[in-house]
Nanobody, 115 residues
Framework: QVQLVESGGGLVQPGGSLRLSCAAS????????MDWYRQAPGKQRELVAG???????DYADFVKGRFTISRDNAKNTVYLQMSSLKPEDTAVYYC?????????WGQGTQVTVSS
């Protein structure tokens, strides 16, 4: 079992930056692949970025060059550094831990990009 708690969301102006954190409790954090998803009102949840247990990263095209995912296994935490934010990045951002098809979700953190 893995429990996930996201933090770091908030209101930011277009062009601004935020760093989201996802703290995991439970065992064996380092062996999980970790992903960030987001869901905007009226839209389906979509994958934003992922990082494997070995540190390989992948990004959705719409965030490439703007967002960076990283993990600190000593702190059982995964991060999402978001820069050059756009109004269309407004969504609830969710952390996901997955291992061999077994998924765990956090409760989400709201990110609002608006002037």
């Amino acid at each position: 079992q893995v429990q996930l708690v996201e933090s770091g969301g908030g209101l930011v102006q277009p062009g601004g930056s935020l760093r989201l954190s996802c703290a995991a409790s439970g065992s064996s954090f380092s062996i999980y692949s970790m992903d960030w998803y987001r869901q905007a009102p009226g839209k389906q949840r979509e994958l934003v970025a992922g990082i494997t247990s070995g540190g390989t990263t992948d990004y959705a095209d719409f965030v490439k060059g703007r967002f960076t995912i990283s993990r600190d296994n000593a702190k059982n935490t995964v991060y999402l550094q978001m820069s050059s934010l756009k109004p269309e990045d407004t969504a609830v951002y969710y952390c996901n831990a997955n291992l061999g098809g077994l998924h765990f979700w956090g409760q989400g953190t709201q990110v609002t990009v608006s002037s």
